[in-house]
């Protein structure tokens, strides 16, 4: 996975390091075992906050005791793009009625696309339709992040594999492109994107794993300041800059340390570390939460959290009962936790067709209202992403489609 999360993605970072791009994969919960998924930003109408115990606690209490299972309602498909899918999962954000969306169809299943590597595809949220493409001249091997602010797109593209051996020059650049004519107008090689705020385009040096935050002028990448910076990934969430570092991956030791950063001078504000991986940081109403995976699941193959953690700003205030993990190997069947549009779901994802989704009640930590089904290519690891108060799937055939589903329910 990307170690940069812009704002707005809704990509899982797996918070490894620059040099790691990998390939989300599924986990599972019922009763509730459970996985997470990857976050990107969407665009969404918030739920009321949740209703959760105030004090804090340092290690998830035993698991809920499943409810009565409802019968699954197929979605209907209201929108699809086609050719539209990405081997590293859900990476988009929203920038007024417009999707900007990770699109790779050479990656895609049943794709009749030819070869031409990854683009972004901007996608009218009214008409859903697509309304222009932006592509680097060169074919990259993957886009992994992308940010959209004052007219300006930019993405950060990889060429090669997963990894670089010996020198790394050259195999990341991030590019802008003029929103409205689709003109190329910028690049830089050998940058990370960490996103956007306050104006500036935020960025890192690829080569460098304990490099400075600098931050860009949108329009022109000139440099306009930099910060210090010395954590593994940077994220904008719940109104602060974060720094994530992942300690010890697919140990039973792992951990993460978060520490929220004054993005002025780079100055620690706070510092903590949570037991087992964890992932995006992400608005639930007025509060900030993260799902969280156990201790010694493996970050390049699959996403197993187990538990949400509600984040303060010095460290964690709440940790929800833990789920459990029916399924962390064998079955392609998963079923995980997720935090979506502003609220908690459960999903069910064989990873083959069929993919369900349902809101938890977080006052109890349990399934709540219609469990909604659909066909869906689960290959990416979360087949499900919430953009502009709709939900959206990787879909069985190698797009992406609109669901009619309310959110409400």
């Given at each position: 996975?990307?170690?940069?999360?812009?704002?707005?993605?809704?990509?899982?970072?797996?918070?490894?390091?620059?040099?790691?791009?990998?390939?989300?994969?599924?986990?599972?919960?019922?009763?509730?075992?459970?996985?997470?998924?990857?976050?990107?930003?969407?665009?969404?109408?918030?739920?009321?906050?949740?209703?959760?115990?105030?004090?804090?606690?340092?290690?998830?209490?035993?698991?809920?005791?499943?409810?009565?299972?409802?019968?699954?309602?197929?979605?209907?498909?209201?929108?699809?793009?086609?050719?539209?899918?990405?081997?590293?999962?859900?990476?988009?954000?929203?920038?007024?009625?417009?999707?900007?969306?990770?699109?790779?169809?050479?990656?895609?299943?049943?794709?009749?696309?030819?070869?031409?590597?990854?683009?972004?595809?901007?996608?009218?949220?009214?008409?859903n339709?697509?309304?222009?493409?932006?592509?680097?001249?060169?074919?990259?091997t993957?886009?992994?992040?992308?940010?959209?602010?004052?007219?300006?797109?930019?993405?950060?593209?990889?060429?090669?594999?997963?990894?670089?051996?010996?020198?790394?020059?050259?195999?990341?650049?991030?590019?802008?492109?003029?929103?409205?004519?689709?003109?190329?107008?910028?690049?830089?090689?050998?940058?990370?994107?960490?996103?956007?705020?306050?104006?500036?385009?935020?960025?890192?040096?690829?080569?460098?794993?304990?490099?400075?935050?600098?931050?860009?002028?949108?329009?022109?990448?000139?440099?306009?300041?930099?910060?210090p910076?010395?954590?593994?990934?940077?994220?904008?969430?719940?109104?602060?800059?974060w720094?994530?570092?992942?300690?010890?991956?697919?140990?039973?030791?792992?951990?993460?340390?978060?520490?929220?950063?004054?993005?002025?001078?780079g100055?620690?504000?706070?510092?903590?570390?949570?037991?087992?991986?964890?992932?995006?940081?992400?608005?639930?109403?007025?509060?900030?939460?993260?799902?969280?995976?156990?201790?010694?699941?493996?970050?390049y193959?699959?996403y197993?959290?187990?538990?949400?953690?509600?984040?303060?700003?010095?460290?964690?205030e709440?940790?929800s009962?833990?789920?459990?993990?029916?399924?962390?190997?064998?079955?392609?069947?998963?079923?995980?936790?997720?935090?979506?549009?502003?609220?908690f779901w459960?999903?069910?994802?064989?990873?083959?067709?069929?993919?369900?989704?349902?809101?938890?009640?977080?006052?109890?930590?349990?399934?709540?209202g219609?469990?909604?089904?659909?066909?869906?290519?689960?290959?990416?690891?979360?087949?499900?992403?919430?953009?502009?108060g709709?939900?959206?799937?990787?879909?069985?055939g190698?797009?992406?489609?609109?669901l009619d589903?309310?959110l409400?329910?």
């Amino acid at each position: 996975m990307p170690s940069w999360l812009p704002t707005g993605r809704r990509r899982v970072a797996g918070l490894v390091g620059l040099a790691a791009c990998v390939a989300v994969a599924g986990g599972l919960l019922l009763g509730i075992p459970a996985r997470t998924s990857p976050s990107s930003g969407a665009s969404s109408s918030p739920s009321s906050s949740p209703t959760v115990s105030p004090s804090a606690s340092p290690r998830p209490s035993a698991s809920p005791t499943p409810g009565a299972t409802a019968t699954a309602v197929e979605a209907t498909v209201v929108a699809r793009v086609a050719d539209c899918q990405n081997p590293l999962g859900w990476d988009y954000t929203v920038s007024g009625n417009d999707l900007f969306v990770v699109c790779d169809a050479a990656n895609s299943p049943s794709s009749t696309a030819g070869p031409g590597g990854p683009y972004v595809a901007r996608v009218d949220l009214t008409t859903n339709k697509v309304t222009a493409t932006y592509r680097y001249k060169t074919p990259m091997t993957y886009i992994e992040g992308l940010t959209v602010d004052d007219g300006s797109l930019w993405f950060e593209g990889i060429f090669g594999g997963s990894g670089c051996a010996g020198d790394c020059r050259g195999w990341r650049r991030i590019d802008r492109f003029d929103v409205a004519t689709g003109e190329n107008t910028f690049e830089i090689p050998d940058v990370g994107l960490a996103g956007s705020s306050s104006g500036y385009i935020w960025v890192r040096d690829s080569l460098t794993q304990n490099g400075p935050l600098q931050k860009l002028d949108q329009n022109t990448g000139q440099e306009k300041g930099r910060i210090p910076f010395a954590m593994g990934s940077a994220q904008f969430a719940c109104g602060s800059l974060w720094g994530i570092t992942g300690n010890n991956l697919g140990t039973a030791d792992t951990s993460t340390t978060v520490a929220r950063i004054d993005p002025a001078d780079g100055t620690v504000l706070a510092s903590f570390t949570v037991p087992g991986l964890l992932h995006s940081l992400q608005s639930v109403g007025t509060e900030c939460w993260a799902s969280v995976e156990p201790a010694g699941a493996d970050p390049y193959t699959a996403y197993y959290a187990d538990h949400f953690v509600r984040i303060g700003g010095s460290g964690v205030e709440y940790t929800s009962p833990l789920f459990h993990l029916e399924n962390r190997s064998g079955s392609l069947s998963e079923t995980y936790v997720d935090i979506q549009g502003g609220s908690f779901w459960l999903v069910n994802d064989d990873r083959l067709t069929t993919a369900t989704l349902q809101r938890l009640d977080p006052s109890t930590w349990q399934p709540t209202g219609t469990p909604w089904q659909s066909g869906a290519s689960g290959y990416q690891g979360d087949p499900f992403a919430i953009i502009g108060g709709s939900v959206w799937v990787f879909d069985d055939g190698g797009g992406i489609s609109r669901l009619d589903i309310p959110l409400g329910s």
